[in-house]
């Protein structure tokens, strides 16, 4: 099953472009049943995307390498690129990023990423 957004991902709850932000975003850029996308679908990473983040995934241009990237919801880089290849890889990267100051505090009205810092 495809999401509305491209992502084979079925229970990450994936925010629409556009939607308010107050948590970290996880950005994953890459092809619907890549690897980043299989990676989602795991359960332990989609509630920890749910739990934790405004998680957005991209459609990948031709030819681009998938990527994830952690940014502040005001839209600073936080950690990224990265290419977790298992659960356990995305967990511990996404545990350093919520641990992280810039992580919390932070509002937009939609996400983008012209961090204002």
Do not use: E, G, I, M
């Given at each position: 099953m495809v999401n509305n957004n491209g992502s084979l991902?079925?229970?990450v709850e994936w925010a629409r472009e556009g939607t308010p932000v107050s948590r970290p975003v996880a950005l994953f850029v890459d092809r619907p049943g890549g690897p980043l996308d299989?990676?989602?679908?795991n359960?332990?990473?989609?509630?920890?995307?749910n739990d934790r983040f405004h998680p957005l995934f991209r459609v990948a241009p031709e030819g681009e390498a998938p990527s994830l990237n952690f940014y502040s919801a005001d839209g600073c880089l936080l950690a990224g690129p990265l290419r977790p290849t298992d659960p356990?890889?995305?967990i511990a990267d996404a545990n350093k990023v919520v641990q992280m100051p810039d992580a919390s505090g932070h509002s937009a009205t939609f996400f983008s990423l012209a961090c204002p810092r």
């Open positions: 991902a079925p229970h299989t990676l989602a679908s359960s332990d990473v989609a509630t920890f995307l356990a890889a995305f």
